[in-house]
């Protein structure tokens, strides 16, 4: 049972996008990527408006203080098992944005993160490249809090 | 006005007016009445040791004019000019955040871009501002209930959008009051994309400044990069040699194009016609990929720095940029047709949104959301920069002032930006494209403006002789538009918000900051 909730959900998962405090820069090549040339949906991936309906949480941006605690909720809201993508430099390491006031840090210092991709922003191939690196690794991984 | 009035020669805009405290307000309502499309800019503070100066930049005749005045740091106080002029009420909030200073009369001096639980009297853009151990707990602000509440009436709802919404891409919060279908009332809660860019940039030197402030928006980043060089250009009196201001001016117009595409798609996927969102987004990518071709980079193209730019462009690439901007032009012409007969299109955005002449020039609105209300205002015809003065091009003004016209007039001029790069093309100038310039900034402080793709941007940058500025100001043309949305929506029907709203091309990360 548990090897057919697997299979399903490599070939379907379903992302929701949350910036954090991003510039757009990263957010617009998220969006590039449901667009016709890079066409993700060929690897089931679908854009989820709602958290409690979402597999993996796509985020962009450094966090800001106002947003930690709703990175945060949003990330409680989620079903097990969930996975968590820092997409750019800012969601990675705060990136140039790093030691302001207003801001915490990068994403894994509010939530813990599955996967990283550096970039700013990255390239559309670079996030297709790290989500199907992270799909790939689901076979084995166990999902976040069980580490 | 005798001895409380000083004018100066012109550095800061056309020219710069220094009043005392008490009679800014009687300076500013005679420039304001002289002209009577005349409206606020974006207002500075300055932190000047123990006082707090304050800029207040009009535009008037289609050029700035800075009235500064000063009050003290123990306790800085002036009075509103938000009767004299509604645009300026964020512009005060802002400062009022910021600096601390207390705007007297000001219909609503809440909290702006800072988190609600903020402590107070810290105010981070001082000089002597404590800001490493602020700990902020909550991000809602207490005065709103997250849940949908009706009111006592039990007539108005609260419908709260954001801050996480599947119509807004960044974090943002609108409580909308609803009594049945029509809004009432909106509440806007911004700051929470706010990320301190304006203090970061003292901290750091002016070549690693054009890096920071590019990342302040990554839609319009050549615009931030260009405005704020040209601001540091003009304190250190540099002339960018021509070839340069072409390149520069080729790779404005290129983010001109991919951001009114992404716009003109993204308005589809709000009204609900995603087949308009793909073809408009298949559409954009040979922009970003004349984009990358140029610059090296599809979205922030790190490419203008002070002195010029930092790649030459091939003459090779020429014809290459020339066919495909041959090719979208033609595609052009199809959504052109789509927009102006697709009923569904026009059913869900005429009469939407409708911003009248008059209310536009109030509120101060910059950029295609004026245009589209009939207001002819811009800052690439106004005051030219780089190479625009050279090159001609039709401003594209429309009169119905719906969501429909501002859409439309983006529409036109992603046509007229193609042209603006080939006749840039044609004649480019040859030579070269950057000249050296020293680290250090001599000490003295400028304005300078750009017209984004969301309209003017506006930059001010104080130097103190150093290679670190004393303060950088960026007003975004997204924080001049909001008041629009919010005049706009209410009274209008609930279903009609996003695609009011997405007209007006909003950017909170430019808002923000």
Not at chain 2, 59 to 67: F, P
Not at chain 2, 338 to 344: D, T, V
């Amino acid at each position: 049972m548990s090897k057919l909730a697997t299979w399903a959900r490599l070939k379907s998962p379903w992302v929701l996008h949350f910036n954090s405090g991003a510039c757009n820069g990263c957010d617009i090549e998220v969006v590039a990527l449901l667009t016709p040339r890079y066409d993700v949906e060929r690897f089931g991936i679908k854009l989820e408006p709602s958290p409690r309906h979402a597999d993996v949480l796509l985020t962009t941006g450094v966090v800001t203080k106002q947003c930690a605690e709703r990175l945060k909720r949003i990330y409680e809201q989620m079903p097990e098992p969930k996975f968590v993508v820092a997409i750019g430099a800012c969601a990675c390491s705060g990136g140039v944005f790093a030691g302001n006031y207003t801001v915490t840090g990068g994403v894994d210092k509010v939530i813990p993160v599955n996967a990283y991709i550096p970039g700013c922003p990255p390239k559309p191939e670079a996030i297709i490249d790290g989500v199907v690196k992270l799909l790939n690794s689901l076979k084995e991984a166990k999902p976040n809090g069980k580490k | 006005m005798g001895d409380r009035v000083q004018i100066q020669p012109a550095h800061l805009g056309k020219a710069s007016i220094q009043v005392k405290a008490d009679s800014n307000r009687d300076v500013l309502k005679v420039l304001l009445e002289t002209d009577k499309s005349a409206g606020i800019s974006a207002i500075t503070g300055v932190d000047l040791g123990d006082k707090i100066g304050l800029l207040y930049h009009i535009r008037t005749n289609g050029a700035i004019v800075t009235v500064s005045t000063e009050v003290p740091k123990e306790a800085p106080k002036i009075p509103t000019i938000t009767d004299l002029i509604p645009g300026a009420h964020f512009h005060e909030r802002e400062v009022a955040d910021l600096f601390g200073v207390t705007f007297e009369g000001h219909p609503n001096p809440a909290r702006l871009v800072l988190p609600e639980d903020w402590p107070d009297n810290l105010y981070p853009l001082r000089k002597d501002a404590k800001l490493e151990k602020v700990s902020v707990k909550t991000e809602t602000s207490k005065d709103q209930p997250e849940a949908v509440q009706p009111q006592s009436d039990g007539r108005l709802v609260n419908i709260i959008i954001g801050p996480q919404h599947p119509a807004l891409l960044e974090p943002e919060k609108f409580s909308l009051q609803v009594d049945g279908e029509i809004v009432r009332n909106v509440e806007p809660r911004i700051g929470y994309v706010h990320r301190g860019v304006e203090k970061a940039s003292e901290q750091r030197t002016y070549l690693q400044d054009v890096y920071l402030v590019e990342r302040i928006c990554g839609i319009c980043n050549s615009c931030h990069s260009t405005c704020f060089v040209e601001t540091v250009e003009k304190i250190m009196g540099i002339e960018v040699p021509p070839r340069g201001q072409y390149l520069r001016t080729i790779i404005l117009e290129l983010n001109r194009l991919h951001s009114h595409l992404l716009l003109l798609g993204h308005a589809g996927l709000e009204i609900g016609y995603e087949t308009l969102f793909q073809y408009m987004w298949r559409d954009r990518e040979p922009v970003m990929d004349l984009t990358e071709m140029l610059t090296g980079n599809r979205v922030i193209a790190s490419s203008i720095t002070i002195g010029g730019v930092r790649r030459d462009l091939k003459e090779t690439d020429i014809p290459k940029i020339k066919t495909q901007l041959a090719t979208l032009k033609k595609k052009m012409d199809f959504y052109q047709q789509l927009f102006e007969n697709e009923p569904s299109l026009r059913m869900r955005t005429r009469n939407v949104g409708t911003l009248s002449k008059d209310d536009a020039v109030k509120l101060c609105v910059v950029g295609p959301v004026a245009r589209a209300s009939g207001v002819s205002m811009d800052v690439r015809k106004d005051e030219p920069y780089e190479a625009y003065g050279e090159i001609p091009f039709k401003l594209i003004t429309r009169t119905e002032g719906d969501s429909w016209a501002r859409l439309m007039v983006r529409l036109d001029e992603v046509t007229e930006s193609i042209n603006i790069i080939d006749y840039a093309l044609d004649h480019m100038p040859q030579g070269p494209f950057r000249i050296k310039v020293p680290r250090v900034v001599t000490a003295g402080e400028a304005v300078s403006r750009v017209e984004a793709p969301r309209g003017e941007l506006f930059y001010y940058v104080k130097s103190n002789g150093t290679a670190y500025p004393e303060r950088v100001k960026a007003r975004t043309p997204t924080f001049a538009n909001i008041p629009a949305f919010l005049k706009t929506a209410i009274g209008g029907n609930i279903a009609d918000v996003p695609p009011n709203f997405v007209s007006l091309d909003p950017c909170f990360s430019c808002t923000d900051r």
